[in-house]
């Protein structure tokens, strides 16, 4: 009997047992929220920006696009992602590549003058 391939990649989907949401809870160690762009903020511009992204075997993301989201969010969304760091994801204790979507959110205070801007 011939031995199964290993897989090296393993892709989350909404349907699996882990969400993409789940993986990035549960497995993200490091990161930072995303600057609000002052641009988004004066335009009071508020939404989600959904990432494909790649993970590699130690955690470090190899690859990052955007599939949706609002022009101005999207790029502050991937400056922030980019430097995301995650636990590896291991199957049967292997590390594998994760491919994933990441969601980005963005919402504005009530009270958009209290919100400092970021440099």
């Known amino acids: 009997m011939a031995a199964r391939a290993f897989p090296s990649r393993i892709r989350l989907h909404r349907e699996d047992g882990l969400t993409p949401h789940e993986h990035q809870a549960s497995f993200?160690?490091?990161?930072?929220?995303?600057?609000?762009?002052a641009e988004a903020r004066a335009q009071r511009i508020?939404?989600?920006?959904?990432?494909?992204?790649?993970?590699?075997?130690?955690?470090?993301?190899q690859k990052l696009e955007v599939r949706e989201g609002h022009p101005i969010?999207?790029?502050?969304?991937?400056?922030?992602?980019?430097d995301w760091?995650?636990?590896?994801?291991?199957?049967?204790?292997?590390?594998?590549?994760?491919?994933?979507?990441?969601e980005v959110r963005f919402a504005l205070p009530d009270d958009c003058a209290e919100l400092p801007e970021r440099q």
């Open 28 to 37: 993200r160690i490091a990161y930072a929220e995303p600057n609000y762009p």
């Open 46 to 61: 508020e939404g989600t920006v959904i990432l494909d992204a790649v993970i590699d075997k130690e955690g470090i993301i």
């Open 73 to 82: 969010l999207a790029e502050s969304a991937l400056q922030c992602v980019r």
């Open 85 to 102: 760091v995650y636990r590896p994801t291991k199957l049967n204790g292997r590390p594998v590549e994760v491919v994933t979507e990441i």
